[in-house]
């Protein structure tokens, strides 16, 4: 099988070894969880339910404020009794509303599920498909946390589909342990996403350091029925481990050669990506009737000393595992990151909800990590050339630092994905994603304020009329 790539980005140390081939254990049902009502790339939640009352698993407690497509549901993932709805630190470390469970003495968690019924997704129509992946609170777990629901309703005609198993960041062993493990899950998500979207052509990508798992999938593709009934093409597309591989946007074009237009979207050249834990999702959320109540994914880092990928229950705390099962040294504990080293974001502490889009949590010692202070910028140039994005990151840092808002747009801010390449490679040091992202922030902020003081506008002339 041929292997491709794109041009730039970085050839890194993958720290891959300590969960590589590792089972996904399940963690012992905690006690408690602690479920932040919003979880999505969308508009807001509110809580459906009050302090006093018992919840099963599976329950939805949080729902759109407002009627909207771009809201997604959330559910209790233990069951036991509401004990307190506060804000709590969540992973991208603003405080936001959370819902905490209590699982009441001498009772079962995991007891009591309240699961939707099963749905054939071949025989029900677009609507009710959608409808139920919505109604399980899928969002994309590859991290964005975009929901589900809408990607697979484009607006344009696409016909493509991604399966992006490529994984790319440090120590995350995540995406192979879901392919090694639930196969048949994989590609039957993958074949409901296809008869849904009415796509007829689909790739599994992954980096060709998980090359050894394609013989399965490309068994489990000969036995899915939907598949091979109605003649779909499906296969497998293997890509050079090189970072930021599993950029949506970069798998496409090392996959298709297609390319996604500045400020567009991946259906604006014909594709839908999705992670390949967002299909297994689909997948349970139709055979079984299970929301989006679990999460696979890695806990490693040199502050671990029982490296594992695990699935635990959305809300729940690695510190309140019990030690025997995640024994973390907490002597030696530096960084705590959420996600990836290289997109995920640093926490106050690990005493931080695992959401839907927790990839992985690294823990990480003073070896790891690097608290260098930031230099001044002597034009090297080497962010230009690492940037896989051929992007201008030095351009855009110089806009932001004097305010030009308007410059750093033209230099490509908002095609910017945040990989970390820049930073990594800056010799002077300087955080040039987190400047990034403060400046996607204003700039947000300055749209939200033009629009409101538009609105107030209009409504004075309405008044003075």
């Keep these: 099988m041929a292997v491709s790539t794109f041009k730039r980005g970085l050839k890194l140390p993958t720290r891959k070894h300590a969960t590589e081939g590792k ?51 959330v559910h209790a993932s233990i069951s036991g009794t509401v004990k307190k709805i506060e804000p709590r630190t969540q992973s991208n470390n603003t405080d936001g509303l959370c819902i905490i469970l209590e699982a009441e003495e001498g009772s079962d968690p995991a007891a009591g599920t309240e699961f939707m019924p099963p749905l054939d997704p071949f025989s029900c129509t677009k609507e009710d498909a959608l409808d139920r ?32 198993g490529a994984e790319c960041e440090p120590y995350l062993t995540t995406d192979e342990a879901v392919m090694t493990e639930k196969p048949h899950l994989l ?69 298709t050669g297609r390319e996604v237009p ?20 689909i997948a349970e959320a139709f055979s079984l009737g299970k929301p989006l109540i679990d999460r696979d994914l890695t806990v490693a880092g040199g502050a671990c000393r029982t490296p594992k990928n695990i699935r635990a229950p959305i809300g729940t705390l690695i510190t309140e595992l019990p030690r025997e099962f995640m024994d973390i040294d907490y002597d030696h504990l530096r960084k705590v990151i959420f996600g990836g080293p290289m997109m995920g974001n640093a926490v106050p502490n690990p005493a931080v909800p ?57 230099a490509g801010l908002m095609d910017c994905f945040e990989c970390g390449a820049c930073t990594y490679v800056c010799p002077a040091r300087i955080k040039l994603v987190q400047r990034f992202r403060v400046g996607k922030l204003r700039l947000r902020a300055m749209k939200s304020l033009s629009q409101q003081q538009a609105k107030a506008a209009v409504n004075a002339v309405k008044e003075g009329n």
């Design 23 to 73: 089972p996904v254990e399940l963690v012992p049902f905690p006690r408690q969880a602690v479920i932040p009502v919003n979880q999505h790339f969308g508009a807001p939640n509110k809580a459906l339910v009050n302090v006093g009352d018992h919840v099963r698993r599976g329950q939805k407690i949080a729902a759109g404020a407002v009627p909207g497509p771009m809201t997604v549901p």
């Design 262 to 281: 500045s400020g567009g979207l991946p259906m604006d050249c014909g594709c839908i990506v999705q992670n390949v834990g967002t299909l297994v999702a």
């Design 354 to 410: 695992i959401q839907k889009n927790t990839s992985g949590i690294v823990l990480m010692t003073a070896s790891e990590t690097l608290a260098d202070a930031e230099g001044s910028c002597i034009r090297c140039g080497r962010c230009i050339r690492n940037c896989s994005c051929r992007l201008s990151p030095v351009i855009m840092n110089n806009a932001l630092e004097a305010g030009d808002m308007d410059e750093a747009v033209r």
């Design 133 to 164: 992946i919505r109604e399980a609170g899928i969002t994309g777990m590859g991290g964005a946390a975009f929901p589900a629901h809408v990607k697979l309703n484009p607006a344009k005609a696409v016909d493509l589909l991604i399966a992006d």
């Design 187 to 255: 590609v039957q998500g993958l074949a409901i996403v296809m008869k849904i979207t009415g796509i007829k052509r689909a790739i599994i990508g992954m980096e060709d350091n998980k090359a050894p798992l394609i013989p399965m999938l490309e068994r489990e593709i000969r036995l899915n029925g939907y598949v091979q009934s109605q003649g779909l093409e499906a296969g497998m597309g293997l890509c050079r481990t090189r970072y930021p591989q599993g950029g949506e946007k970069l798998l496409i074009k090392a996959l």
